[in-house]
């Protein structure tokens, strides 16, 4: 269970006031543990929570295949480029033993990337100042 503000306030005011862990426990309705071990918090903030650094994965060895095969579909016909699905059984005759979504995700990144890299330049319209 955890207790609001109000409550811990109220916890180590009694505390300063002289009263034992076993007298708060008795006013504030809580078990003695609850408040020894807020009288013992000294910071009450939530911890966030740690990012992991992403480990191997299981396409690593199989992403150089697949940027080519991406790379080789920019010059071919929108309607005849590889799909996610057919990469995946492509590199699965190589013998990738993963499964389709890492696939999928990977394959969507770097689509695009390539979107983003072959993006057409744009300028910055800047009227001069004239008279009306």
Do not use: C
Not at 22 to 38: M, N, P, Q
Not at 63 to 91: F, M, N, Y
Not at 109 to 120: E, I, S, T
């Amino acid at each position: 269970m955890m207790l609001d503000m109000p409550q811990i306030d109220d916890i180590r005011r009694l505390w300063s006031e002289g009263l034992n862990v076993s007298e708060i426990a008795r006013r504030t309705g809580h078990d003695r543990k609850t408040v020894r071990k807020f009288l013992g918090e000294v910071d009450l903030s939530p911890t966030p929570p740690v990012d992991k650094a992403p480990g191997p994965s299981k396409l690593d060895p199989y992403k150089p295949e697949i940027d080519r095969i991406l790379e080789e579909d920019r010059h071919v016909w929108r309607k005849q480029r590889h799909t996610a699905r057919r990469i995946l059984d492509e590199i699965r005759e190589m013998g990738y033993d993963g499964g389709y979504t890492l696939v999928q995700q990977y394959v969507a990144v770097r689509k695009a990337q390539a979107r983003d890299g072959a993006g057409a330049e744009f300028l910055e319209l800047e009227w001069s100042p004239g008279a009306a």
